[in-house]
């Protein structure tokens, strides 16, 4: 990729206008964690820094995030007795996503249905809008989408009308800035100059952001007792397999923004990286932010030099430049961060819900209810479970349509006599072709079940079965177990390659003669005929 003017000009945009987003969700993710302020700063700075220069995400925004608040909240209030103990947890959570990026685990990510990616990008923009409607309106944020739903209709009454006026400026501006000043100037960008601006001409009760901590960090040495490591495995582990999922389907997010391609792996071991300097320095664990990453690109950041400054800039403002960004009001990063959520929201796939397929949109409407009203991880995993139960029901059919059960009704199949073939329908021919797997193992018995019982002999034919796994590998062995019950003879013909090593290797043809696997049907006709004669 040739970097150019334009693009250093889209980087310092997207830079600056996700450092502007990512500073106060640092500061209330690390409260929220049990860590504290500077806990979210260092580990904005950390994972965001070092998974920009090492991950696989050119355009991705890193740190704190809600689920990693929650699992971390969770692991300082069971798992850990004190800070060192909280610390050395987050440490072993990323070498565990290194681990995760070398042993090539995160591409399969990939396979995630567009319809649980859509809807979980929904859902992160109907959080994002309905839990900044309370600073817009000039009070506190709440924590979830429930809570702000809960308290919305007592606070109503209570506008700030200063904090209203704010805001509204700044999201008017953000929705009607002119297309052709983009390039120039963001919109978000523009959208918060504007608000601040009228922060500054219209000087009232607005809430600010407020003091920002500042100093650097100090090293903080992992706890090595054997057994607390050992009982900390878990937890670690937790914290890696929600810290991975975030990362992966941010990173999706950001491929259907830039259509790009991002390196799941390589992302894997710069997030690891990024928590393992954020365990060393006193940070929180910290994962791929949808809400930064949305900003950046909207911004027109495209390359890691955005995820580099954005870091950079908290660096600085931890460093002392904070009180140059005290003074800006909450109501500010609301309208921008509401005009980030209705961006984010999937309009490309939800105007065309009424095409889409029941089970398809189910999906997609579950994984958005679930990803607003319980939890991001939670709401991905069962979308990607019940992906898969609709997957493989999809699979069953196109793989049992590959199977051919039928009897040699020729009359000159068994002999070349013209008269009557005394064994016709005698001998059945069940043809495996093209894979077989666990969606379609539970059916392929009654499939041909049947079949096996109609006939004395029975010839299975692999040799244009291209896959089989465990599953309908045994199904192989439990077809093999009613042939037995029936007294049905079995030939097996064509079985070669890795689908002849996979059914060995399991011991699927046990006491079979070595007489009875044949290479072609000539072969399985006359093993047939020897079989009935006798």
Request: hydrophobic share 50%; aromatic share 6%; net charge negative.
């Amino acid at each position: 990729m040739n970097y150019s003017l334009r693009n250093l000009r889209g980087d310092l945009f997207g830079g600056i206008t996700a450092s502007v987003v990512a500073l106060p969700l640092a500061l209330a993710f690390g409260v929220a964690s049990g860590l504290g302020p500077m806990a979210g700063l260092y580990g904005a700075i950390s994972v965001g820094f070092f998974a920009a220069v090492f991950g696989g995400t050119r355009s991705q925004i890193s740190g704190p995030t809600g689920p990693m608040a929650i699992a971390m909240a969770v692991i300082v209030s069971s798992h850990a007795e004190t800070l060192a103990e909280a610390l050395t947890i987050v440490v072993m959570s990323g070498l565990m996503q290194i681990l995760f990026g070398a042993l090539r685990i995160g591409r399969f990510i990939t396979y995630t249905p567009y319809s649980v990616i859509s809807g979980f990008m929904s859902g992160i923009g109907v959080i994002i809008i309905v839990v900044q409607i309370l600073p817009f309106l000039g009070h506190p944020v709440a924590s979830s989408v429930p809570s702000s739903l809960v308290a919305l209709p007592e606070l109503v009454g209570r506008i700030n009308l200063d904090a209203l006026v704010i805001g509204t400026v700044t999201l008017l501006t953000g929705i009607c800035w002119p297309k052709p000043l983009h390039k120039a100037l963001p919109p978000t960008l523009a959208a918060m100059i504007a608000g601040i601006v009228v922060s500054l001409l219209w000087p009232g009760g607005a809430p600010i952001i407020g003091e920002v901590p500042t100093g650097l960090p100090s090293l903080q040495l992992p706890v090595l007792s054997l057994a607390f490591l050992t009982q900390a495995l878990q937890p670690a582990l937790i914290l890696a397999l929600v810290g991975s999922i975030d990362s992966l389907l941010t990173s999706l997010i950001a491929d259907s923004l830039t259509r790009g391609q991002h390196n799941a792996d390589r992302e894997l071991v710069g997030q690891g990286i990024g928590n393992v300097v954020s365990g060393l320095v006193g940070g929180m664990p910290g994962a791929g932010a949808p809400v930064g990453t949305v900003v950046n690109i909207r911004g027109g950041g495209r390359s890691r030099v955005s995820g580099i400054l954005c870091a950079s800039i908290l660096l600085a403002l931890v460093l002392g430049l904070g009180q140059y960004v005290e003074q800006v009001p909450h109501a500010v990063l609301a309208g921008i961060m509401i005009k980030v959520g209705w961006d984010i929201i999937d309009w490309r796939f939800l105007t065309r819900i009424h095409r889409v397929r029941p089970v398809y949109l189910l999906l997609a409407l579950m994984t958005l209810g679930l990803t607003v009203f319980v939890d991001l991880v939670i709401a991905v995993t069962i979308g990607l479970i019940a992906a898969g139960l609709v997957g493989s029901r999809h699979l069953e059919r196109l793989q049992l349509d590959n199977v051919v059960s039928l009897p040699f009704l020729d009359r000159s199949f068994l002999t070349t006599s013209p008269q009557a073939d005394p064994f016709a329908a005698r001998v059945g021919l069940v043809a495996l072709r093209g894979q077989f797997s666990v969606a379609s193992s539970n059916k392929l018995v009654q499939t041909i079940g049947a079949d096996i019982r109609d006939h004395e002999v029975v010839v299975f034919d692999f040799s244009e079965t291209a896959y089989l796994d465990d599953s309908a590998a045994m199904v192989v062995d439990q077809m093999l177990d009613i042939a037995a019950d029936e007294n049905t003879e079995v030939i097996v013909m064509g079985l070669t390659g890795t689908v002849a090593d996979h059914l060995l290797a399991l011991d699927i043809f046990h006491g079979l003669p070595e007489d009875r696997f044949v290479a072609t049907l000539d072969d399985a006709k006359e093993r047939a005929r020897s079989l009935l004669e006798d």
